[in-house]
């Protein structure tokens, strides 16, 4: 340790042979990343080298290192954290994006849909009113005192035209549906 204080590379190189792998395996405990337990170790020995002057035994230089390398282990886990947490974060923000995208779309292609309906003629206006409310085409006879098959004959006419218009949009939207 005095050969270290005084600045001899050689008595530091044996310093960092002796406890090198011992703390790498202490940190790799933690760690659980080769690379990082040896970046961490790698660390830690730069750290005594510039506060070589401070330690003039053994013990007190074991103990530096083991708690250094424990410091840093522990700052490595907090950041990775933090890492973790801002990722999910974006994601959830990501996730977010599309499910608001997707509601402006479906809300939008919903916009046209009933544009589209208010623009049919009153009979297969109204059935195609009644039927998207979820009425089965004998219930929408009933309330418009018509026949069953009028209902069916007027959707026919209204799904035409609405496909007309709307194109590929009309198998998206009766896909919510």
């Known amino acids: 340790i005095e050969l270290i204080q005084k600045g001899s590379k050689k008595a530091f190189h044996k310093l960092f042979t002796f406890y090198y792998k011992p703390l ?17 170790v790698q660390d830690t020995f730069i750290t005594f080298w510039e506060n070589k002057d401070r330690f003039t035994e053994l013990n007190p230089t074991k103990a530096f290192l083991y708690t250094s390398v424990r410091n840093k282990c522990l700052n490595h886990l907090k950041h990775k954290l933090v890492k973790e947490k801002h990722e999910t974060s974006l994601i ?7 499910i608001f995208t997707e509601k402006v779309i479906i809300e939008d292609s919903f916009g046209q849909l009933y544009t589209e309906i208010n623009n049919l003629p009153e009979s297969p206006h109204k059935i195609i009113l009644l039927s998207l409310k979820g009425l ?17 004959t007027q959707k026919k006419i209204a799904y035409s035209k609405l496909r007309e218009k709307l194109g590929n949009k009309m198998t998206m939207i009766f896909w919510f549906f």
């Not at 790498?24 to 961490?40: G, H, L, M």
């Not at 959830?92 to 599309?98: A, F, I, M, W, Y």
């Not at 309330?143 to 009028?150: G, M, V």
């Open 24 to 40: 790498c395996s202490f940190a790799y405990r933690y760690i659980k990343d080769i690379s990082n337990t040896e970046d961490i």
């Open 92 to 98: 959830h923000e990501l996730e977010s994006d599309t």
């Open 136 to 152: 089965k085409n004998k219930e929408i006879a009933e309330k418009l005192n018509i026949s069953e098959n009028t209902v069916k």
